[in-house]
Each structure stands twice: as structure tokens, then as C-alpha cells.
């Protein structure tokens, strides 16, 4: 996206609903690098487009800015950039509309702006004026409404629809930034100076005989962003200057305010993680895109958002794209690589190898969720079959080619025979003579390709009437002699015929050899998939345990290790080396050392195909194996 422009609201609450702006849907979709996506929410008049404004770097030209009563802006307005410190990463900017606006018809807007900044941001930035007080926190009763109008699972399959584990939502919620404007209090406690940080959660500390109702807020803040972060901002600007605040120079602005406003911003180009799923699969803007038309269509038709099923939903959308990817980047590197017609099957299938080994780490590098290998199976039979195609493609290019230059070498041959030059005493013999010498010539011309000896053979084949009417007009030989070429001409059909035979066999077990290598790349690959996807997980789990954005430890919910996880991989079957299946089971995670059956499988299934194996998790064996798939 132009970093010199903000685009259309993708988000917007005109004509009822939330209709999505088509147009700024289509430029996030069109972001393919990784996204880091802060969104910014509060009460309407508190500044946050312009604080988003110093965030993008931008003194004039980004969100509008209003300055009288009325809240300014509509909808969700999204600002793409460059990120600044982040090579390769955009920085995606959602400027929500204002909470609590009195204007507005339907209070439920405000519940689905909130709803969608939760969903689709890494961070959330809640802009509030003054202080940290209660009636602040009551304020943020949007956070205590979240699991009525957000759902972690699908229900029936292990997830509850109300009172769902916090722990669930953890793993879906953004980084948690509260910036407190126009502050004019001593950060002090007790007689000591304070954080910022320290300030914030002394706010969100429990009161002893204060009613649970009025603890909500701050339980839910507790639970639900454990990854939380304080800044205090002065006002920029003494009161007459507010109203043309875009429009003020840097030297014009309050000092107390430039210091928080230069932190918050660093802080954030600096710790604001990139946008990631549970898994820790990372989130472009294509997948954004498409996780935004996901929510919205779920709220548009009255149910509630479930995250699992728009995660999913992702998966096969991102799945599906992944397998034509990687089919493109396949005939792109043949288009690069293959010269047809090739000398040989085996520099074909090398060629095919290098072009499916790129294609693959296509599809790896943007698939995720395919934990049955459904889509891996579906680019594995469009690659067989590309392979076949191409195998196809090089016999034809070799085949035109040999009869091109067999066509063009027996022009000669043709002309004299066409002459009777071979129809005279000792003609037979000339006619032999000159045959040899044709294929000789023949032999010599490069770049034939595989089908060399097979033409050659038909063309000979086609010759055998001709050749036999030249031996029984050539008056020189006896009937003996007749017997004895003709006896000769039968026996060096046969061997060209037993070495096509065996040209032919050498080809199909070619053709194995490719199946099971096919086979053993798949495996690895995916073994390496698997690796990357348990570290991101690892990572993902420590990030719940230290916030990203502060340096103080957080307490997140562990899966307990008694809970059953599946592990999906490829393994041989008793078929043998040239056949693999897909076998799941359920399995506990383990920190002994020892795996369960499915991984010792899977790492016997490796090693005998000569892949050194990597432990991708230690695993043991669940209550009972899943049927096979």
C-alpha cells in the first residue's frame, strides 16, 4: 500500500451492517509480506487518529482529524506502510471509530468496532483521557462483553459457547497498550515514584471488599491481555492550538508530551509483534484480508464470530491458494530449467526434482493447518501428473526431431530408390551400404533425445518391404544367399528390438526410482515443516509467558501434558518403499526422550529411505490409535 495515502474505511457502518470497502479489501489482499497490525480504540474526542498520525510518522496528510463535537471518524479506516524498522513487513494502521458517540443509532456498533480491533489486530492500543480510574475502566466494558460476542470453538467439538477459558482466548488476543492522554498527575505511590507499567496494573490490582461487578473490567484485562503496557501523555498543545493540531510544527508541541509520544512509538515499531495465528503461522495481508471477510460475514448474518472456524476456514482458503502457488512455481522453474528434448530419463527426472523441490517449499512456506496432508496430497497428484506430462512432452520433442533429421538424411536413399539404382546386380549390398551410412550419420546428430532408438527402429521397420523387394531383384545372389540376408535382416531387427525393450524397462524403473525419491522429498520437507511449526509453537507459548511489549514475566495457561495432541505424518506402508500413506493417532507430549509408536514409525519410515531423522516433539502413544487414513 502507498505509505502517502490512507485508504478507503474497509469497515464501515453506512447502510446497515458492516459492509466491507471493496477497494481497500482488494490493496490488503494484494499485501503479500507478513503484517504487523496495531489498531487503535477508545472514546470518541480523544485523539487517536493523531496519535496513530505520530505512529506512521506523518505530521499532516494521514487519518482525519476532526475538531468539533462530533465524532470524526466512520467505521474502521486502515492506513498500509512500510514498517520502519522491520524489513519486509508492512505496517498495517486500523483507526476505529469512536466509542460512546451519542449520535450513533445502534450501540451495537460499538460492541462489533471493538470486536473487530480485538480480532484483527497483534496489537491493541485503548486511548483514554485523564486517568486510570473507575469510571475509565467501566468505560472498557467492551472487554467484559468479548466472550458474548466472541467465540474460541466450534461448539460440539470441545469448545463452550459461554464462559469459555481464558486461556482459549490468550492465544487469539492482541498485546494490550494503554495510553492515558492528557495526564496531569504524579506517577507516585505510597511516596515513591512509579512506572508507567507499575501504574497500570496497581489500577488493575483486585480491591479488597470491592464488589466483583466493579472488578470486571479489570478482571477481564487480567486474564485476557496478559501482555499489557502503560503510557501517560500531557496534552500536545495548549487548548486554543487543539483545533489545528495536524497543522502544528514539532517545535510548537508540549515537550511533555513529544517524550511519551516519541516512546510509545518506538516502543511500538520496535515490539509490536508481527500478526500470527495459534501455531504461530504468520499473517500476510492476503490472509488478513480474507480473516476480515471471514468476521464480517459471520456478524452480518447474526452469529457470533468463532475464531476456530475462521481459522480454519483461513487454512483452506490459504491451503487451496498454497497448491496453485506451488504448481506455478513449478512450471515456472521448468520453464527455466528444461531444454527438450533431454539426452536421458534420468537428466529429465533431475530436472522434474529440482523443479518439485521448489515447488514444495512454496506450498510449505504458506500452508498451514493441513494436519491431515490433504493439500500436500493434492500438489503430490498434480506433480505426478505434470511429471507424466512432462515426460510425455520430452518423448514427442525427441521423437519430431528424430524424424526431422531421418527425413532429412534419407532424402538420398529415397531418391536412389526411387531410380532403381539399387535394382542391378549387387544392388542389394549398395542398398545396405548406404543404409548403414544414413544411420551412422544419424547417430552422430546430437540433441535427439530418448526417443532416438525407437524412431530409428520404426523408420528401419518401415524399410523392411523395400529392402526385401531390392534382395529379390538382385540378380547377382543365389537363393541361398537370399536366405542367409534375409535370415541376417530378421536377426538385427530382433536386437534392435530386445534393446528397446530394455531401453523401456530401464525407463519404467527410472520411473520407481523418481516415485520413491518423490516420496522421500515430501517426507522431508514436511519433517521440516513439522520441526518449524513446534518451534513456532514454543515460541508462541514463551511470548504468552513474557509479554512482548514489557519486561515483566506474565503468567499465561499451559496445556496440561496429559492432553491429547494429533500427530499427522508420512510413513510407509507394509507395501513397500515406493508406497506411503498418511497415518494419525492421538498423542501425549512428553519430555522423557521417548516417542510413541507413530514417531518411531515415522523415524524407521526415514531412515529407511535414508533421511536422518530430527526429533520434531517427543511423543507417547494416546488412549487408542485413529483408524488409518
Avoid at 517426507?523 to 513439522?530: D, E, G, I, W
Amino acid at each position: 500500500c502507498d505509505p502517502r495515502v490512507h485508504l478507503p474505511p474497509p469497515f464501515s457502518r453506512r447502510f446497515g451492517g458492516l459492509p466491507l470497502n471493496q477497494r481497500a479489501l482488494a490493496l490488503l489482499q494484494s499485501v503479500r509480506q507478513p503484517v504487523v497490525v496495531v489498531a487503535i480504540a477508545g472514546l470518541y474526542r480523544t485523539g487517536k487518529s493523531y496519535l496513530l498520525n505520530r505512529l506512521a510518522g506523518k505530521d499532516r496528510g494521514g487519518f482525519s482529524l476532526g475538531a468539533t463535537v462530533q465524532s470524526h471518524t466512520k467505521g474502521i479506516w486502515m492506513w498500509c506502510l512500510p514498517h520502519p524498522r522491520r524489513a519486509g513487513h508492512t505496517l498495517v494502521l486500523l483507526d476505529t471509530e469512536g466509542l460512546g458517540d451519542v449520535e450513533k443509532g445502534d450501540a451495537k456498533n460499538d460492541v462489533w468496532i471493538f470486536t473487530l480491533a480485538v480480532l484483527l489486530s497483534g496489537t491493541l492500543v485503548y486511548n483514554s483521557l485523564g486517568t486510570i480510574d473507575q469510571r475509565a475502566l467501566e468505560q472498557l466494558h467492551y472487554v467484559t462483553e468479548l466472550t458474548e460476542h466472541i467465540k474460541v470453538k466450534v461448539a460440539g467439538e470441545g469448545g463452550r459457547q459461554k464462559g469459555e477459558d481464558s486461556a482459549e482466548f490468550v492465544h487469539f488476543f492482541p498485546a494490550f497498550v494503554w495510553a492515558v492522554r492528557d495526564f496531569t498527575l504524579q506517577l507516585e505511590l505510597d511516596g515513591r515514584e512509579i512506572t508507567e507499567d507499575e501504574y497500570l496494573e496497581n489500577a488493575l490490582k483486585r480491591r479488597q471488599g470491592q464488589p466483583e461487578k466493579l472488578d470486571l473490567p479489570k478482571k477481564y484485562l487480567r486474564q485476557y491481555f496478559p501482555s499489557r503496557k502503560c503510557f501517560v501523555f500531557d496534552r500536545p498543545a495548549p487548548r486554543c492550538d487543539l483545533a489545528r493540531l495536524d497543522e502544528l510544527p514539532e517545535a510548537a508541541l508540549s515537550p511533555d508530551f513529544l517524550e511519551p509520544a516519541q516512546r510509545f512509538c518506538s516502543h511500538i515499531h520496535q515490539h509490536a509483534g508481527t500478526k500470527t495465528l495459534p501455531g504461530g503461522h504468520v499473517v500476510t495481508g492476503t490472509l488478513l484480508g480474507n480473516l476480515a471477510v471471514t468476521y464480517v460475514i459471520a456478524i452480518r448474518s447474526g452469529a457470533v464470530p468463532c475464531m476456530e472456524s475462521a481459522v480454519l476456514a483461513l487454512a483452506q482458503i490459504e491451503n487451496s491458494a498454497a497448491v496453485g502457488e506451488a504448481v506455478a512455481v513449478y512450471e515456472e522453474q521448468l520453464e527455466w530449467r528444461a531444454a527438450l528434448p533431454t539426452e536421458s530419463v534420468q537428466e529429465l527426472l533431475e530436472v522434474h526434482a529440482q523443479c518439485e523441490r521448489e515447488a514444495l517449499r512454496a506450498f510449505m512456506a504458506r500452508a498451514f493447518k493441513d494436519d491431515e496432508q490433504q493439500y500436500q496430497q493434492q500438489l503430490k497428484d498434480k506433480l505426478d501428473s505434470k511429471r507424466a506430462e512432462l515426460c510425455h512432452r520430452n518423448e514427442e520433442a525427441s521423437s519430431d526431431r528424430c524424424k526431422a533429421v531421418l527425413m532429412e538424411l534419407s532424402q538420398e536413399l529415397e531418391e536412389r530408390v526411387r531410380e532403381g539404382s539399387y535394382s542391378v546386380p549387387g544392388g542389394y549390398q549398395r542398398f545396405l551400404a548406404d543404409q548403414r551410412e544414413m544411420v551412422e550419420k544419424y547417430q552422430r546428430v546430437p540433441w535427439k533425445g530418448i526417443m532416438a532408438a525407437e524412431v530409428l527402429q520404426q523408420f528401419l521397420k518401415s524399410k523392411e518391404t523395400v529392402a526385401q523387394a531390392v534382395l529379390q531383384t538382385d540378380q547377382s545372389l543365389t537363393d541361398r544367399q537370399r536366405e542367409i540376408e534375409a535370415e541376417r535382416a530378421r536377426a538385427e531387427a530382433a536386437e534392435r528390438e530386445a534393446q528397446r525393450s530394455q531401453a523401456m524397462q530401464a525407463k519404467t524403473e527410472q520411473l520407481l526410482q523418481d516415485q520413491t525419491r518423490s516420496h522421500q522429498e515430501h517426507v522431508q520437507q514436511l519433517t521440516a515443516k513439522m520441526e518449524q511449526d513446534r518451534k513456532q509453537l514454543l515460541a508462541e507459548e514463551g511470548s504468552r509467558r513474557r509479554s512482548p511489549l514489557s519486561d515483566r514475566p506474565m503468567r499465561s495457561p499451559r496445556q496440561s501434558p496429559s492432553t491429547p495432541t494429533r500427530l499427522s505424518g508420512w510413513v510407509l506402508s507394509s507395501r513397500g518403499s515406493r508406497h506411503l500413506e498418511r497415518r494419525a493417532c492421538p498423542v501425549e507430549t512428553r519430555t522423557d526422550g521417548t516417542g510413541g509408536p507413530c514417531l518411531q514409525e515415522a523415524a524407521r519410515a526415514l531412515r529407511s529411505l535414508g533421511i536422518d531423522t530430527i526429533p520434531v516433539l517427543h511423543l507417547t502413544p494416546g488412549p487408542r490409535h485413529s483408524p488409518r487414513h
